[in-house]
């Protein structure tokens, strides 16, 4: 078989969480006056914690000094912290399961490809955990998506090639980072926010392991 194994970004494709990553920076934001759009929202998904702060300071015209900036990163994330203190496989996104499920039947090979720090909590706290043979976050990486370095080192710690993987992605520059490391990637999302994509779904509740084996 062409395919050997999935790659899939965590906030926004397994879980529900890029809502609660929205809600704890729209709060922040509102520290400096400044009011965070849900179309400035969608250039955070899938970059550091750092990034995300620089754009919004960047959006707010905003001059901040290191200690604001340490400061501001911490409550975020505590924020954020609180906002999913109390998640439960309940958030997993539709689909998701009965596709995991499937992909362990086929002998499919998993890992995770994600720039969040929190990524260890989340997949505990669902239960998701269980699925993967390897988990590369926001910790073991030095750049930050669209830089294809977070799926070459999950292509790598599973002993594949990039052709052998297909990635999984809800976020523009996760679609990127996936086609810099030469993957094939499936954009779970909008096609209206969402370009170069292989193909693009809204939920894992209309793919088939066997939808994209021809891809
Ligand atoms: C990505 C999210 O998965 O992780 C981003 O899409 C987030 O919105 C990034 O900023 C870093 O997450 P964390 O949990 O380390 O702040
Ligand atoms: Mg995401």
């Known amino acids: 078989?062409?395919?050997?194994?999935?790659?899939?970004?965590?906030?926004?494709v397994l879980v529900d969480t890029a809502i609660y990553h929205f809600q704890a920076w729209k709060t922040l934001g509102r520290q400096f006056d400044f009011e965070l759009s849900h179309e400035q929202n969608e250039e955070l998904k899938g970059i550091s914690r750092v990034e995300s702060l620089e754009k919004i300071l960047q959006w707010a015209n905003y001059?901040?000094?290191?200690?604001?900036?340490d400061r501001w990163l911490k409550?975020?994330?505590?924020?954020?912290?609180?906002?999913?203190?109390?998640?439960?496989?309940n958030e997993i996104l539709p689909g998701v399961i009965s596709f995991l499920q499937q992909?362990?039947?086929?002998?499919?090979?998993?890992a995770l490809g994600s720039a969040s720090k929190n990524a260890q909590i989340i997949l505990e706290k669902?239960?998701?955990?269980?699925?993967?043979?390897?988990?590369?976050?926001?910790?073991?990486?030095?750049?930050?998506?669209?830089?294809?370095?977070?799926?070459?080192?999950?292509?790598?710690?599973?002993?594949?090639?990039?052709?052998?993987?297909?990635?999984?992605?809800?976020?523009?520059?996760?679609?990127?980072?996936?086609k810099a490391g030469g993957m094939k990637v499936i954009g779970i999302?909008?096609?209206?926010?969402?370009?170069?994509?292989?193909?693009i779904i809204s939920s894992f509740t209309e793919i088939q392991v066997s939808d994209f084996l021809t891809l």
């Open 189 to 199: 999302g909008s096609p209206l926010v969402l370009s170069g994509a292989d193909k």
């Open 1 to 12: 078989m062409k395919y050997k194994a999935c790659l899939f970004d965590l906030d926004g």
């Open 103 to 110: 992909l362990k039947e086929q002998g499919f090979l998993i």
């Open 126 to 178: 669902t239960g998701l955990i269980t699925w993967f043979h390897a988990i590369i976050d926001g910790n073991k990486v030095s750049k930050s998506k669209p830089d294809p370095e977070v799926f070459q080192k999950g292509a790598e710690a599973l002993g594949c090639s990039s052709e052998e993987c297909i990635v999984f992605e809800d976020a523009q520059a996760g679609i990127d980072a996936a």
């Open 63 to 69: 001059q901040a000094t290191h200690e604001q900036k």
């Open 75 to 89: 409550e975020k994330n505590e924020n954020y912290l609180a906002l999913i203190s109390n998640m439960n496989s």
